[in-house]
Nanobody, 112 residues
Framework: QVQLVESGGGLVQPGGSLRLSCATS????????MGWYRQAPGKQRELVAT???????TYADSVKGRFTISRDNAKNTVYLQMNSLKPEDTGVYYC??????WGQGTQVTVSS
């Protein structure tokens, strides 16, 4: 069974930074585009960023210029570097594979 192990969430003040990590097996990682979604309380899950196996990236308009998605093939890990965080970035962040496997989610709270 494919597993995605996420880490890096937490509480941060507005303007702060966090880096999320998502690790999976080499078999899956080398063959799959990866993505990050988030779900705020009372809202639908939304796409935040994606990265292909050839390192092409896409971002939601709301995070462009502030968030950076990257992948490390040596560690089979995808990252989401989040800078200039805003309260509206609060939510549970999920890692996902191209094949539709989801991580357990990690909570990000931006509050003073």
């Amino acid at each position: 069974q494919v597993q995605l192990v996420e880490s890096g969430g937490g509480l941060v003040q507005p303007g702060g930074s966090l880096r999320l990590s998502c690790a999976t097996s080499e078999f899956i990682f080398r063959r799959s585009a990866m993505g990050w979604y988030r779900q705020a309380p009372g809202k639908q899950r939304e796409l935040v960023a994606t990265i292909t196996t050839s390192f092409s990236t896409t971002y939601a308009d709301s995070v462009k210029g502030r968030f950076t998605i990257s992948r490390d093939n040596a560690k089979n890990t995808v990252y989401l570097q989040m800078n200039s965080l805003k309260p509206e970035d609060t939510g549970v962040y999920y890692c996902t594979t191209e094949g539709g496997t989801w991580g357990q989610g990690t909570q990000v709270t931006v509050s003073s």
